[in-house]
């Protein structure tokens, strides 16, 4: 890292921080993980871990990055450096952080494919063709036309492969020319307007006949549905939409100024991305419900933006252009996400391995090419490879399910033990506490303290023996 890159404010970092926590996690991920497990208890589960855990954790990675002005790797060798034994071992916290992107970026880059098909669908589809009622055949079963489209666009190798690559040759370009001058300035203008346009959706849908029944299953918890899993997934979902345990946070940071408030930019961080998500599900929930009840909304997977939403914008008039303007956003969204995991990877690749920029983005292309169209693939000519077959409760997931569940609830959960060990044992909870305080007022030290010191290894701990199927 060289010594005059950085942020040039605070306004730079938070705009940066953001740009990369709101994306596909806030739109794509957290609706269909909300109506999945039970709705509004799956809302309050997730609400109550990013006020505590979650900015635990956001503000550690942004301290331990301050600190040391270094990218996760270096930074825990730094600090661990000199220690014995356990503690001394804890730097390979610093891979766990550096791997979980490389993981993220190939799957990211197909859900972003998605999103761009979903452009073109917009634009060059008479919006009717997805209405509720309509009804279009896939693999010879008739089903409902938004539902079928979209199975026959994933389950079709050429098209989703080359959505996919469209995707990623755009923020290679992105990232090959620079980011800060573009994508941030671009930021600054289009994330309001995503958000404008996600209210407007939101208070459309309030209209939706049937739509009460939705808001309820969204907004009012219902115990019974609570499980392990509920849990479990949650967490997965919280690292996955604040970026941390993936060493981007520790990264930003190294690029923040000193006298920048850190506990006002990190609460700024927090608030954007936990209202996106927020707005995201009471877009899309309601109509779920709306559209299919409740049964619809306990079914939904990785499909539900795409299928829903079309749903939604053809049974109004104009649905066609507003349709396309928020594909256009989410996309925009999406990029600038994947640019900061493009990023984090070149960063990590060339630093270890002592090699170019455009080396390392080479390289990284590559796996992601890899991985990327191997998991596309997973849905078509490798449908067969299940790699988690052998535990019961994870039969039948395929590719996708498997990366997005290794990354985020075993790969992530164990990055962000170490991290925990290493502001505890290594840093030492004062020493880090003085690095954020700095001359500011923090009312939240005590969240943190009590987070970092009793609630978060154990916890975690029990999430990650469940997700792997070892207890419950
Ligand atoms: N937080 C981003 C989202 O919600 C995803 C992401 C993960 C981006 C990790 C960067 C790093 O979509």
Not at 23 to 29: A, E, H, K, P, S
Not at 278 to 283: H, N, Q, S
Not at 327 to 332: D, E, G
Request: aromatic share 12%.
């Amino acid at each position: 890292m060289h010594k005059n890159e950085g942020f040039s404010s605070k306004l730079g970092f938070v705009l940066a921080a953001a740009g990369s926590a709101v994306g596909l996690g806030n739109i794509w991920r957290f609706p269909y993980l909300t109506a999945k497990y039970g709705g509004g208890i799956f809302l309050l589960t997730y609400l109550i871990l990013v006020l505590t855990f979650g900015y635990a954790l956001l503000i550690a990675e942004n301290a331990i990055g301050r600190m040391t002005r270094k990218g996760p790797i270096g930074a825990f060798r730094e600090l661990c450096a000199g220690k014995k034994s356990f503690l001394g071992s804890v730097r390979v916290g610093g891979w766990i952080n550096a791997v979980v992107p490389l993981l993220i970026l190939p799957y990211y880059c197909v859900i972003g494919g998605w999103v761009t098909k979903y452009v073109f669908a917009m634009m060059c589809n008479p919006v009717a063709r997805f209405h509720k009622d309509a009804i279009e055949s896939y693999a010879g079963l008739k089903m409902n036309a938004s539902a079928a489209y979209f199975q026959n666009f994933i389950t079709d190798p050429w098209q989703a492969v080359g959505f996919f690559l469209l995707f990623v040759v755009v923020i290679v370009a992105v990232a090959a020319f620079g980011v800060e001058k573009g994508v941030e300035r671009f930021n600054k203008i289009l994330m309001p307007i995503l958000i404008l346009l996600i209210i407007a959706i939101c208070i459309y849908c309030m209209f939706l006949p049937n739509s009460g029944a939705g808001f309820r299953y969204y907004l009012m918890p219902d115990p019974s549905k609570f499980s392990y899993m509920t849990v479990v997934a949650a967490m997965g979902q919280l690292f996955f939409s604040l970026s941390i345990a993936m060493g981007i946070m520790i990264t930003y940071g190294a690029y923040m100024r000193n006298e920048d408030n850190l506990v006002s930019s990190v609460n700024q961080v927090e608030l954007f991305d936990t209202g996106v998500a927020f707005l995201a599900g009471l877009m899309i929930i309601p109509s779920v419900v709306a559209f299919g009840g409740e049964k619809a909304a306990e079914q939904a997977g990785v499909g539900l933006v795409f299928v829903t939403m079309p749903q939604v914008f053809a049974s109004f008039p104009g649905g066609q252009f507003v349709g396309a303007a928020f594909f256009i956003l989410v996309l925009f969204a999406a990029a600038t996400s994947a640019i900061s995991l493009l990023e984090t990877n070149v960063h990590t690749i060339s630093q270890e391995l002592k090699i170019s920029r455009a080396k390392a983005i080479v390289l990284n292309v590559c796996e992601v090419a890899v991985i990327g169209v191997v998991t596309i693939l997973g849905y078509s000519l490798l449908s067969f490879v299940q790699p988690l077959n052998f535990i019961s409760r994870y039969r039948g997931m395929d590719i996708l399910g498997t990366l997005d569940f290794i990354s985020n609830s075993v790969l992530m959960p164990i990055g962000a033990i170490m991290t925990t060990v290493l502001v505890v044992g290594v840093i030492g909870i004062e020493r880090i506490c003085r690095e954020i305080r700095g001359q500011n007022k923090w009312y939240r030290e005590f969240v943190f303290q009590f987070c970092m010191c009793v609630v978060v290894i154990p916890c975690l701990l029990i999430v990650l023996l469940n997700a792997t199927g070892l207890i419950g």
